[in-house]
């Protein structure tokens, strides 16, 4: 099938009551248009995801996504110009078109434009915006190719746009915006905060310490990402240490399989939820991940580092 004939039939399967999963630069959604509330209430169904956990609407221009907000601020605009299309999440004040359902009742609302041209495409002929979380089951892996999500979801339930392999890998960075000026991330990703402070360079703002109270941020599970094995990820100076720091919790190393991830942050945040499916994939009692003690202090690697921690049963840090 051609691409035309591909987004016209995903258009169709919404009117068939079909969900579509869209590819996107960071991970598979699970997408439905916002304004349709029974397709957005069987995303929740078919992940099971607890309702009080806000969706992101996603959008194929800065047109499309204004007159889902309050205000679109100055602020808001060098954002958009800098990293859209791309892995960044503003969370601003909604308009009463978005529902509560997506909303989880709050009164802000998350958006953003994917970096998928097969995605902007189709999100342009919709004419709509949609709704997508990642496509997985809650507190699973996140997709990072179709085949993830067609192993997952029946085709009776879910029509899968195919847009290759996602080249970012994890989930957007999300970004609270307070008050027009105060700034927070919610959640890391490969948009760091050094990045977010050279685009506002001469723009009235602060980023608010990680202690500072903010608007709740539901969603942000402390178990999350994890494969059907248990992952030990150690923080420290060598893979012998980690082994070492293991046994001395009793844990059979040679019962692992351990994963080998880029030194790269970049490269490792791509691989990082595939590695994670074929380590769970083969006959072992888990999965052992060696990180660089010094990875936790380093702003390139919060994004993986926070997911890591989420996918694992356990975490062992070496004392310094
Ligand atoms: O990269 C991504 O962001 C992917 C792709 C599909 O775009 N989507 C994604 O969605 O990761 P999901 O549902 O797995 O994560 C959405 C999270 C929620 O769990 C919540 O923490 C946060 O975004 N969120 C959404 N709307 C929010 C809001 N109004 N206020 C605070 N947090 C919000
Ligand atoms: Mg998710």
């Not at 089951?137 to 339930?157: H, L, N, Y």
Request: proline share 6%.
């Amino acid at each position: 099938m051609n691409v035309p004939n591909i987004i016209k039939k995903a258009i169709e399967s919404y009117e068939e009551g079909k969900l579509v999963a869209i590819p996107t630069e960071t991970v598979y959604g699970l997408s439905a248009p916002i304004d349709d509330p029974e397709l957005v209430n069987k995303i929740f169904s078919l992940k099971k995801r607890p309702f009080f956990d806000p969706l992101i609407v996603h959008g194929d221009s800065v047109e499309r996504l204004k007159p889902l907000v309050k205000r679109w601020t100055a602020l808001c605009d060098r954002l958009a110009k800098d990293f859209w299309p791309g892995p960044l999440t503003l969370v601003v004040p909604k308009n009463e078109m978005v529902s509560d359902l997506i909303t989880a009742g709050l009164s802000t609302v998350g958006i953003r434009i994917p970096n998928s041209q097969l995605t902007i495409e189709f999100l342009a002929q919709l004419g709509r915006p949609v709704a997508a979380p990642s496509a997985n089951m809650f507190t699973k892996i996140s997709p990072t190719k179709a085949q993830d999500v067609m192993e997952v979801f029946d085709f009776q339930d879910v029509f899968t746009l195919d847009g290759g392999e996602c080249q970012v890998g994890i989930e957007s960075t999300i970004l609270l915006i307070e008050n027009d000026r105060n700034l927070k991330i919610l959640r890391p990703g490969v948009v760091t905060q050094a990045k977010i402070e050279d685009s506002l360079k001469g723009y009235d703002y602060t980023f608010l310490n990680s202690d500072q109270q903010v608007q709740n941020s539901p969603g942000q599970f402390k178990e999350h990402y994890r494969p059907e094995k248990t992952v030990y990820t150690i923080f420290c100076s060598s893979r012998e240490k980690a082994k070492e720091l293991l046994k001395l919790k009793s844990i059979d190393v040679e019962k692992l399989s351990w994963m080998e991830l880029s030194k790269n942050p970049i490269i490792a945040a791509r691989e990082l939820y595939s590695t994670l499916r074929a380590a769970a994939s083969v006959g072992n009692k888990g999965i052992g991940v060696f990180m660089e003690r010094e990875y936790l202090e380093k702003e390139a690697w919060r994004g993986v580092v926070d997911r890591l921690k989420k996918a694992s049963g356990k975490v062992i840090i070496e004392n310094k």
